[in-house]
C-alpha cells in the first residue's frame, strides 16, 4: 500500500518542476538576409532545437514585407517577442512575457518570463565586435598579454559594455533578486576559461584573464557550457565561425573560438545539458546562400531544469 503515496511524491515534484528550458543563444547573421529563404532556415533551426527561449542577436529587418526577424520568427512559431524599435536585439519565447527592461547604450535587453512552475529573468547582449582578440593573436603570434588584452580595453569597447550592463543589472536589483537570471548573447570574445593552464599549448604557452568573462563570473554568474563541459580541451565549444573557416585568398584555416555564451545566476536552476548548434558542419565548399543554417554564428543550446524541492508538497 505505499505505492500511492510514492507516486503522489513524483508527480508533486514534475508539477512543482515544470517544463525544463531549452535556450537558444543565437546571432543570426543580419537577420539570415544573405541566405536563400534565410528567415525560413532560422524557423527550421529553431523548430528542429526543441528550443522554448530564444536569446537572438543580429534580428534585423527582413526582406519583403515582414518585420524583424525575430519578432516574424514569434509569429510562426505562435510565440511571444520583445524587440526594441532601436535594437537588433530579440527574446522570443514560448512562455509569457510579463515584464521587460532596457539598457541606454542598447547592447542588452531584458524580459520577466513566467513559465510553467517558473518566473524568470532573461538578458540578450551584443558586444562590440572590433579587435577580434583570436584574429589579432592569429596575426601576431609574439603579441604579449598586455596588448592582447588592449583588444577588449583599449582597441574595442567589449569591458567597459560588460561593466555597464552588470552595472544595469543592479540598478534593476537583478542581482540580488529571487528569480533565476539568464544572461545570453554573442560576446564577440573568448573566456577566461578557455584560456587557463589547460590550454597553454594553443595558446602560445599564455593564459589571459579576459576581463568580461571575468566579470560575469566575479558578478556570481556561471557560464552554463563550462559547466557541464569543464574542459576546454575535450569540448571546445566552437561558435565562431561555423561559415568562415579559412582566409579567402590564404585558405589557411582562421582561428576559431567560443564567443557565444549563456551565463546563468541562480540557485534552483541547473544546466543539465549543452551543445553548440548545428553539431555537424556544413562542406565548407557550400556557398553562403545555399547553405541550411543561416548565419556565421553557430547557436548555443542549453537545458536548464529546476531541482525538486526538498520536501515534496504533502496530501
Same mark, same amino acid.
Given at each position: ?162 561593466? =555597464?550592463? !552588470?552595472? +544595469?543589472? @543592479?540598478?534593476?536589483?537583478?542581482? #540580488?533578486?529571487?528569480?533565476? &537570471?539568464? /544572461? ?99 562542406? =565548407?565548399? !557550400?556557398? +553562403?546562400? @545555399?547553405?541550411?543554417?543561416?548565419? #556565421?554564428?553557430?547557436?548555443? &543550446?542549453? /537545458? ?12
Amino acid at each position: 500500500m505505499r505505492a500511492i503515496p510514492v507516486i503522489l511524491c513524483m508527480l508533486a515534484t514534475v508539477i512543482c518542476r515544470g517544463e525544463d528550458l531549452r535556450v537558444l543563444s543565437w546571432n543570426v547573421q543580419e537577420g539570415a538576409n544573405n541566405f536563400e529563404n534565410g528567415p525560413e532556415k532560422a524557423l527550421k533551426v529553431i523548430k528542429d532545437s526543441g528550443a522554448n527561449l530564444v536569446l537572438m542577436q543580429e534580428s534585423d529587418d527582413i526582406a519583403g514585407d515582414r518585420t524583424m526577424l525575430g519578432p516574424w520568427l514569434a509569429s510562426q512559431l505562435g510565440w511571444q517577442a520583445h524587440q526594441p524599435p532601436d535594437a537588433s536585439l530579440c527574446i522570443l519565447t514560448k512562455f509569457e512575457i510579463v515584464a521587460t527592461f532596457s539598457h541606454p547604450a542598447r547592447t542588452a535587453i531584458g524580459a520577466r518570463i513566467k513559465a510553467p512552475g517558473l518566473d524568470f529573468i532573461a538578458w540578450s547582449c551584443w558586444l562590440d565586435y572590433r579587435s577580434y582578440l583570436p584574429d589579432y593573436w592569429h596575426a601576431k603570434p609574439d603579441a604579449t598579454p598586455a596588448e592582447l588584452l588592449a583588444c577588449e580595453t583599449i582597441h574595442s569597447a567589449r569591458a567597459m559594455q560588460t561593466d =555597464a550592463i !552588470i552595472t +544595469r543589472l @543592479k540598478q534593476l536589483r537583478h542581482l #540580488d533578486g529571487p528569480l533565476p &537570471l539568464l /544572461v545570453g548573447g554573442d560576446w564577440n570574445c573568448p573566456s577566461h576559461l578557455d584560456y587557463g593552464a589547460e590550454t597553454q599549448s594553443l595558446h602560445h604557452t599564455l593564459t589571459l584573464p579576459l576581463p568580461s568573462s571575468l566579470a560575469f563570473e566575479h558578478a556570481g554568474f556561471m557560464d552554463t557550457f563550462r559547466a557541464v563541459h569543464p574542459s576546454a580541451l575535450k569540448t571546445p565549444g566552437i561558435t565562431w565561425s561555423p561559415l568562415y573557416r579559412t582566409a579567402p585568398k590564404t585558405h589557411k584555416p582562421l582561428p576559431m573560438d567560443r564567443i557565444d555564451r549563456l551565463y546563468l545566476r541562480a540557485t534552483a536552476l541547473k544546466p543539465v545539458s549543452t551543445m553548440t548548434y548545428p553539431q555537424q558542419l556544413e562542406s =565548407a565548399g !557550400i556557398r +553562403r546562400a @545555399k547553405r541550411q543554417f543561416p548565419s #556565421d554564428h553557430a547557436a548555443v &543550446l542549453t /537545458v536548464l531544469r529546476q531541482d525538486p524541492p526538498e520536501h515534496p508538497p504533502g496530501r
